[in-house]
């Protein structure tokens, strides 16, 4: 089954406007984290957002916002006041384990298949 | 901030023929580094988790003897490529995370192999 799902494979968002990218995630473990991050046409790979399991509150940097909802497994992005320049390849991923991450070896990522987004005029 | 440096971009090479791409962590200590493989317009696929002095793990279905990862420092792990055929031509992309630090993973900036 599906660790990720991404279920937009593009999006459309006119300039100054918000969108929200979706993401649903599957793990029996109770101890998790969730990644966003933006892919330019150059390949690499930006951190945008993180999200982990035990926080209370939804993730926030800048622009970006993480809706996260435990209960129906969703962490969605939201990009608010859309540029030009956010015109990507957007991928959400999931590490999980939670103490692992201590040692160095748990940031093991599964990625969604990404949302291509087209940021318009 | 911490930064992942991947060399090369861009190789091209001929079929046979092996290539080495290097990731080093240039101002962190990485004990583990992660090798990913990212084909055109879809997402990246682990392929091994190099640890530093001993041997990588491998993910299931990723041939150990094709793809060869050293991890001798805590700085640098190699990927090798050998008897490269035109189904490797991928992108390749290495991660490196600041040990204690969770929520930050570092991406070097990808290797676009071609093989002829």
């Known amino acids: 089954a599906q660790k990720i799902t991404q279920t937009q494979p593009g999006m459309f968002v006119q300039e100054k406007e918000a969108v929200t990218l979706d993401c649903t995630y599957d793990?029996?473990?109770?101890?998790?984290?969730l990644f966003w991050y933006k892919q330019p046409s150059s390949g690499e790979m930006i951190f945008l957002i993180y999200q982990g399991s035990y926080d209370q509150q939804n993730a926030t940097e800048g622009r970006y916002s993480l809706n996260f909802q435990k209960a129906r497994k969703s962490a969605n992005l939201v990009i608010s006041a859309s540029q030009l320049g956010d015109s990507a390849m957007y991928f959400c991923?999931?590490?999980?384990?939670?103490?692992?991450?201590?040692?160095?070896?748990?940031?093991?990522?599964?990625f969604g298949t990404g949302t291509q987004l087209k940021v318009e005029l | 901030g911490a930064v992942v440096s991947q060399h090369p971009s861009r190789v091209i090479c001929k079929s046979g023929t092996s290539v080495k791409i290097e990731c080093r962590s240039l101002d962190f200590q990485a004990t583990t580094m992660f090798w990913y493989r990212q084909f055109p317009k879809q997402s990246l696929m682990l392929m091994a988790t190099s640890n530093e002095g001993s041997k990588a793990t491998y993910e299931q279905g990723v041939e150990k003897d094709k793809f060869l990862i050293n991890h001798a420092s805590l700085t640098l792990s190699t990927l090798t490529v050998t008897s490269a055929h035109p189904e490797d031509s991928s992108f390749y992309i290495c991660s490196a995370n600041i040990r204690g630090v969770r929520e930050k993973l570092f991406f070097g900036s990808g290797t676009q192999l071609s093989v002829l």
């Open positions: 991923a999931m590490r999980e384990g939670g103490g692992i991450w201590i040692t160095g070896g748990g940031n093991k990522l599964t």
């Open positions: 793990t029996s473990d109770p101890s998790y984290g």
